[in-house]
């Protein structure tokens, strides 16, 4: 028995030293990287491949590493997963060297992890974030936007980032978790932004402490300095947790989510208007109509509910009320192409049932005057139809469907000097 006490006393005697020497190669090759970088030079193969062998000896003895030599081998292989841009890894590496230094009460690289290694890997994150979500591609964008969180943990905008991406990305399980880790911290998004307008791309910046803004005015490269206040996106959170269950067939739950949000603020016109929604996307067009009509009562200004609602209710073949839904969305925005070219589409309504008749009539007199009689009433219809989508053509000239529209309209009223124009364009 005191055979192999011994015997196993000097088997951790060896595997620390083995350990001490891993570490100390470890070392030594990070500072010869570091060298290296600061002279712009980039690591060769030989020495990830040395890396990774040395990481690979020391990780084999760690059963027998003291919380000091665990700490050392998390840190060094952190800083390595950084070099061959393993973010995910390089961050839960680090993270493990500040979990084990808390519990041993000596925090020999956590100040410099927290302070220099999360803000540098940070700013990487983000900007790659930013390059995807630019090139639209999202499922690769929405992990990064949560590793900047999880690297800043007050920064709650990264995960609501990453939520609202995996939903574009339809990586709904995700979006989900994302969400109600949102809700379980009271994540509301309510924010001041500084603005000012770079004046050499000609584009806003937004600056979230007022004195930085202040500073680039005042060095004159920005002008127009403004302040943007963020609303709240407590609806849009409850909204899109029910329709993820709504995309997953579970209505029921997705109900339940709004009616314990709106427990607390029953007129909340975000809540509401997420209510509106889930009826919407459900295809309960009854209900949508009430929701949307709660909200309106509120004396709600949103171009986009009255146009919606008018996009609905014309669904479910209300055309008047949809022409006045419309209008009332125009009036609170002129410039709403969108809803100039539904009024236009609503005037050909019954028009396939016009041109089905005109086609199957013969040549006799009676029949002639009644082709005559729906040739006018057709063409009254297309003038109107003209109007409101020549107001949606100058607003958007370059939308295909409403030039390809007009195309038509002209060509079936013989308005060929028009019709030559639009198709030249």
Do not use: C
Request: proline share 3%.
């Amino acid at each position: 028995m005191k055979k192999f006490a011994i015997a196993a006393s000097l088997l951790l005697s060896i595997s620390t030293f083995a350990q001490k020497d891993e570490l100390k190669a470890l070392k030594k090759l990070s500072k010869k990287v570091e060298n290296m970088m600061d002279k712009r030079q980039n690591p060769s193969p030989e020495i990830y491949q040395e890396a990774k062998q040395l990481l690979a000896a020391a990780e084999a003895t760690l059963p027998n590493a003291t919380e000091k030599q665990e700490a050392e081998y998390y840190y060094y292989k952190g800083g390595f997963e950084i070099l061959t841009m393993n973010i995910g890894k390089s961050i839960e590496s680090l993270n493990k060297v500040i979990e084990i230094e808390k519990a041993s009460n000596n925090e020999k690289y956590t100040d410099e992890i927290q302070n220099e290694m999360f803000p540098m890997l940070k700013s990487i994150v983000a900007n790659q974030a930013k390059l995807l979500g630019q090139q639209q591609k999202y499922k690769e964008a929405y992990p990064l936007y949560e590793q900047i969180y999880r690297l800043s943990p007050k920064d709650t905008v990264q995960l609501y980032n990453a939520a609202a991406y995996a939903v574009n990305s339809q990586q709904y399980a995700d979006a989900l978790k994302y969400y109600e880790e949102l809700q379980e911290l009271g994540f509301t998004g309510i924010s001041i932004n500084y603005t000012a307008r770079d004046i050499e791309k000609d584009e806003v910046q937004y600056f979230g402490d007022k004195k930085v803004r202040d500073l680039y005015v005042a060095n004159k490269t920005h002008d127009q300095p403004g302040v943007y206040r963020e609303e709240s996106k407590k609806g849009d959170i409850v909204k899109n947790i029910a329709l993820i269950y709504i995309n997953q067939g579970e209505k029921e739950k997705a109900m339940a989510a709004l009616a314990e949000a709106k427990k607390e603020n029953p007129n909340d016109t975000a809540l509401l208007l997420a209510e509106s929604q889930i009826y919407l996307e459900a295809g309960d067009y009854e209900n949508y109509k009430k929701a949307v009509t709660a909200v309106l009562n509120l004396g709600s200004k949103d171009p986009n509910l009255y146009f919606n609602l008018g996009v609905t209710t014309s669904k479910s073949g209300q055309a008047k009320d949809a022409m006045l839904y419309y209008k009332k969305a125009i009036e609170l925005k002129p410039d709403f192409w969108q809803a100039y070219q539904n009024l236009g589409i609503l005037q050909l309504d019954g028009e396939d049932a016009l041109v089905k008749e005109m086609n199957s009539l013969g040549n006799s007199s009676k029949e002639m005057k009644r082709y005559d009689e729906l040739k006018k009433e057709r063409d009254n219809m297309y003038k109107e139809a003209v109007v409101y989508l020549e107001k949606a053509h100058e607003i958007k000239p370059d939308n295909k469907d409403i030039r390809s529209i007009l195309a038509t309209l002209y060509q079936g009223l013989e308005m060929m000097d028009k019709y030559k124009a639009i198709k030249a364009e």
